[in-house]
């Protein structure tokens, strides 16, 4: 972590410190504060969970750019970048620098966050009711172990299924850091060990959380990560009984309409887990982005822009084909047309198409038939049902149903394609370690294809 990293951190414990406070007018003057006070009061720890929470949910981490990144990597004439900022120009041309700003922006915002989680876990004496100490973990948990997937899926190479996943993954940090003198400089895991902290995390936030939670993360939210980790590990058994218990148990279920799981301002029906945006807190870079001016995006256009080959995919009569609007010249997504939306993060329908993508490959049929899944998904689209399903539709239908949430660039590596002739495991599609972090800590080592 960067001294300026610490810096910040020094902030928000100070922060969190007068927040946590009885009466906020009984307080000493903000230099007097240390984050030694803020850390003697326990109940500060739900303050700190909270800007982990936000930390998670900031633009350049979960809410927006990190997807658009994906989007932009994997494009291949599906979309249009009509913007004029430099880095996502950099991702859809394959041609990122070793200081991409969205890139260091993410690596910077999601450590930031595990730290806040490790300062947590460092601190659960500090919680004398056992059932409270036990939720902060877990949601912790949660947070951290979402951030190390979600890392390892952009600054690493693919996950390899047969094994010997020994590339380079992310420095796994366990201890948190409140002061300079407490600095270290971790060098980077392998993807596996990577990944494994990942699975640990979430898997012990699983058994700990509540099966409800309001806004916050539930026990559904953390197997839901992890239905999507498996899918991504390539392990179909173990994702689908992953997305089958969230199916099944969650109580969440599809939206009446393809519209209703977008632009909404609170949690719906289909949201297992939404980064929480308001007129006063978050951003919703999605829509930045990808609306136009008239719904709060940056240009007239949109700066991203849907073009005609994303339509080849579509036959016959299909409520996603026609979930668009006409910009000036230009036509974009209605998913992101409100500015002050919540962000969904995770949706039931992702989990119906892991599961019957994995029913599929296992020869199985659990909760559902792949056939019938389909079918209720398409239904919900007044699509018809695809007659004679093969694997190569389920996959299509991934991408009608997910288009532009940010899953591309991952199926991509996944399913081992190749984009622009550029194959799945190119160096030229992993994020490069901010130039910064390289600076400050000489046992971190670059990802190849940078002139770090």
Same mark, same amino acid.
């Given at each position: 972590?960067?001294?300026? !990293?610490?810096?910040?951190?020094?902030?928000?414990?100070?922060?969190?410190?007068?927040?946590?406070?009885?009466?906020?007018?009984?307080?000493?003057?903000?230099?007097?504060?240390?984050?030694?006070?803020?850390?003697?009061?326990?109940?500060?720890?739900?303050?700190?969970?909270?800007?982990?929470?936000?930390?998670?949910?900031?633009?350049?981490?979960?809410?927006?750019?990190?997807? #658009?990144?994906?989007?932009?990597?994997?494009?291949?004439?599906?979309?249009? %970048?009509?913007?004029?900022?430099?880095?996502?120009?950099?991702?859809?041309?394959?041609?990122?620098?070793?200081?991409?700003?969205?890139?260091?922006?993410? %690596?910077?915002?999601?450590?930031?966050?595990?730290?806040?989680?490790?300062?947590?876990?460092? !601190?659960?004496?500090?919680? =004398?009711?056992?059932?409270?100490?036990?939720?902060?973990?877990?949601?912790?948990?949660?947070?951290?172990?979402?951030?190390?997937?979600?890392?390892?899926?952009?600054?690493?190479?693919?996950?390899?299924? @047969?094994?010997?996943?020994?590339?380079?993954?992310?420095?796994?940090?366990?201890?948190?850091?409140?002061? @300079?003198?407490?600095?270290?400089?971790?060098?980077?895991?392998?993807?596996?060990?990577?990944?494994?902290?990942?699975?640990?995390?979430?898997?012990?936030?699983?058994?700990?959380?509540?099966?409800?939670?309001?806004?916050?993360?539930?026990?559904?939210?953390?197997?839901?990560? #992890?239905?999507?980790?498996?899918?991504?590990?390539?392990?179909?058994?173990?994702?689908?009984?992953?997305?089958? $218990?969230?199916?099944?148990?969650?109580?969440?279920?599809?939206?009446?309409?393809?519209?209703?799981?977008?632009?909404? $301002?609170?949690?719906?029906?289909?949201?297992?887990?939404?980064?929480?945006?308001?007129?006063?807190?978050?951003?919703?870079?999605?829509?930045?982005?990808?609306?136009?001016?008239?719904?709060?995006?940056?240009?007239?256009?949109?700066?991203?822009?849907?073009?005609?080959?994303?339509?080849?995919?579509?036959?016959?009569?299909?409520?996603?084909?026609?979930?668009?609007?006409?910009?000036?010249?230009?036509?974009?997504?209605?998913? %992101?047309?409100?500015?002050?939306?919540?962000?969904?993060?995770?949706?039931?329908?992702?989990?119906?198409?892991?599961?019957?993508?994995?029913?599929?490959?296992?020869?199985? @049929?659990?909760?559902?038939?792949?056939?019938?899944?389909?079918?209720? #998904?398409?239904?919900? @689209?007044?699509?018809?049902?695809?007659?004679?399903?093969?694997?190569?539709?389920?996959?299509? =239908?991934?991408?009608?149903?997910?288009?532009?949430?940010?899953?591309?660039?991952?199926?991509?590596?996944?399913?081992?394609?190749?984009?622009?002739?550029?194959?799945?495991?190119?160096?030229?599609?992993?994020?490069?370690?901010?130039?910064? =972090?390289?600076?400050?800590?000489?046992?971190? =080592?670059?990802?190849?294809?940078?002139?770090?």
């Amino acid at each position: 972590m960067k001294t300026e !990293n610490i810096f910040k951190l020094l902030s928000i414990l100070c922060l969190l410190n007068f927040l946590g406070c009885d009466n906020n007018l009984d307080v000493q003057p903000a230099d007097f504060l240390t984050p030694e006070s803020v850390l003697a009061n326990g109940g500060n720890l739900q303050n700190i969970l909270i800007a982990a929470y936000d930390l998670l949910g900031q633009d350049e981490v979960l809410a927006g750019q990190t997807q #658009l990144a994906s989007e932009l990597l994997a494009n291949s004439g599906e979309l249009d %970048w009509r913007g004029t900022f430099a880095d996502p120009a950099e991702f859809n041309r394959k041609e990122m620098t070793a200081v991409n700003g969205f890139a260091a922006g993410f %690596w910077d915002s999601a450590y930031e966050g595990i730290n806040l989680t490790n300062i947590i876990f460092d !601190n659960l004496e500090l919680i =004398e009711d056992s059932s409270e100490r036990n939720r902060i973990e877990a949601e912790a948990k949660f947070i951290r172990g979402t951030l190390y997937f979600e890392l390892a899926r952009f600054f690493s190479l693919p996950y390899n299924n @047969s094994g010997n996943n020994s590339q380079l993954g992310l420095p796994i940090v366990s201890e948190g850091v409140v002061s @300079s003198a407490q600095l270290s400089f971790p060098s980077r895991n392998t993807l596996e060990e990577t990944y494994d902290q990942a699975i640990n995390d979430l898997s012990e936030a699983y058994a700990a959380l509540p099966a409800s939670n309001s806004i916050f993360a539930d026990k559904y939210a953390a197997q839901a990560v #992890l239905a999507r980790l498996y899918l991504q590990q390539g392990n179909f058994p173990s994702a689908r009984d992953a997305a089958h $218990d969230v199916l099944e148990n969650s109580g969440h279920s599809l939206a009446s309409t393809y519209a209703g799981a977008f632009n909404n $301002d609170s949690d719906g029906t289909e949201d297992i887990f939404m980064l929480q945006i308001t007129t006063q807190d978050g951003i919703n870079d999605f829509n930045t982005f990808w609306a136009t001016r008239d719904f709060g995006g940056r240009s007239i256009t949109g700066d991203v822009t849907v073009e005609a080959p994303f339509f080849e995919i579509f036959s016959g009569d299909d409520d996603r084909q026609d979930f668009t609007y006409e910009g000036v010249a230009s036509i974009v997504t209605t998913k %992101w047309q409100s500015q002050f939306a919540n962000v969904p993060y995770l949706r039931i329908a992702e989990m119906h198409l892991i599961r019957a993508e994995s029913n599929f490959r296992e020869g199985s @049929s659990l909760g559902l038939s792949p056939d019938a899944e389909i079918t209720a #998904l398409r239904n919900r @689209s007044n699509a018809d049902p695809i007659i004679g399903l093969t694997l190569d539709d389920i996959l299509e =239908e991934r991408k009608r149903e997910l288009a532009f949430e940010g899953h591309a660039l991952h199926d991509l590596k996944r399913l081992q394609g190749t984009v622009d002739g550029i194959p799945f495991n190119s160096d030229l599609l992993v994020f490069p370690i901010p130039q910064g =972090e390289l600076d400050s800590n000489p046992n971190l =080592e670059p990802n190849p294809g940078y002139n770090n």
